[in-house]
């Protein structure tokens, strides 16, 4: 009923930026949205990166300073924008959305690989 689809992923330098991209479609016209990056490197658990919740962000202590999550008007796709880079945001991205704070989907991940 709800799909999630990332983009943006690839190959960047330390240092260097990228943008993430999640298209959402389905029944989400309804209730309080909140969307949000996690991440998940080798090895690792996944963890928070950052969430969206109408204008209200937060961000993750690593991230804070060098990332930006933000939407657009509609709402339909959220955006991560990452500065600074470094090699430990080696990782799959993952977008999450939480209807309600009842409902919850995930996409199925992007690559993010930084590296010299």
């Known amino acids: 009923q709800v799909q999630l689809v990332e983009s943006g992923g690839g190959l960047v330098q330390p240092g260097g930026s990228l943008r993430l991209s999640c298209a959402a479609s389905?029944?989400?016209?309804?209730?309080?949205?909140?969307m949000g990056w996690y991440r998940q490197a080798p090895g690792k658990q996944r963890v928070l990166v950052a969430t969206?919740?109408?204008?209200?962000?937060t961000y993750a202590d690593s991230v804070k300073g060098r990332f930006t999550i933000s939407r657009d008007n509609a709402e339909n796709t959220v955006f991560l924008q990452m500065n600074s880079l470094k090699t430990g945001g080696t990782a799959v991205y993952y977008c999450?959305?939480?209807?309600?704070?009842?409902?919850?989907?995930w996409g199925q991940g992007t690559q993010v690989t930084v590296s010299s």
């Open positions: 999450n959305m939480v209807i309600s704070g009842i409902w919850a989907y």
């Open positions: 389905g029944s989400i016209s309804s209730g309080i949205v909140r």
């Open positions: 969206i919740t109408g204008s209200m962000t």
